[in-house]
């Protein structure tokens, strides 16, 4: 069995393991701690970064492009027969979404309002991107899970997830990624993909008293959903 070697809230990880799960390929996980990481991860990882995909034979795949190729070519792909032109389309898209997930990962740890506004502006340009591209949904492609789906989980799951706890969202005023979000929590992917305490880790680390959104559970700003989510939080 092929085992992925994980950081409990790594988008890129993330990515990973949603592809496993929409192929429903079994795998096996080892966390390890970024501050801490072991010998015989730095021994297999050229980067040291996860995540990591150790194969049946024993080898060691890294980065996340590389390994959800990997994973088409020796199963069975979300979409057969696609053209070469639509491979690199979806590729296209993905990478919109996996050279973003820095960028999430600093707006949501902004330190103060300001901040976290000029952030947020960043992050939405991706998001005004795919909003254009949507069509009637309800995924990114139409009926079909895609790999274009998979590579933006980890962006629209966290901006769910920060919604439900301060009210504040990342994706408003994109109607049609909001719509896409929902149909994506809907499949239960996002939560397969990550561990069973994977929010309250999320959470601590991202809402933390060090952040501006952790200190504002209550957020009231421009960016405040007219509805939240959770119907608790404001």
Partial sequence: MIK??????????????ALLEAKNVPYELEYISLSDKPQWFL??????????????????LFESDAITEYLDEVHEPLEPNLTPEQRALDR???????????VQCSAMRSPDEDTLK?????????????????????Y??????????????????????IEDHTCFNFITGYP???AWQAALLETGLPAKSVP?????????????????LGRNKKY????????CRNTGCC
């Fill in 220 to 227: 009231e700003g421009e960016s405040s959903a007219s509805t």
């Fill in 140 to 161: 990114f492609k139409g009926n079909t899970i895609s790999n274009v789906d998979v590579a933006w989980i980890p962006l629209l799951h966290r901006a769910a997830i």
């Fill in 176 to 178: 049609k990624v909001q």
């Fill in 118 to 138: 000029e952030r947020k502006e960043k992050l939405g340009r991706v998001f005004e991107k795919a909003e254009k591209a949507l069509g009637e949904g309800p």
């Fill in 196 to 212: 069973e305490d994977f929010e309250d880790v999320f959470t601590g680390f991202y809402l933390s008293d060090e952040v501006f």
């Fill in 92 to 102: 296209a898209w993905s990478y919109q979404a996996t050279k973003h997930y820095l």
């Fill in 43 to 60: 021994d297999i990882s050229p980067t040291a970064q996860v995540p990591v995909l150790v194969t049946g034979t024993g080898t060691a």
């Fill in 4 to 17: 992925v070697v994980s950081f409990k809230i790594c988008p890129f990880v993330q990515r990973v393991t």
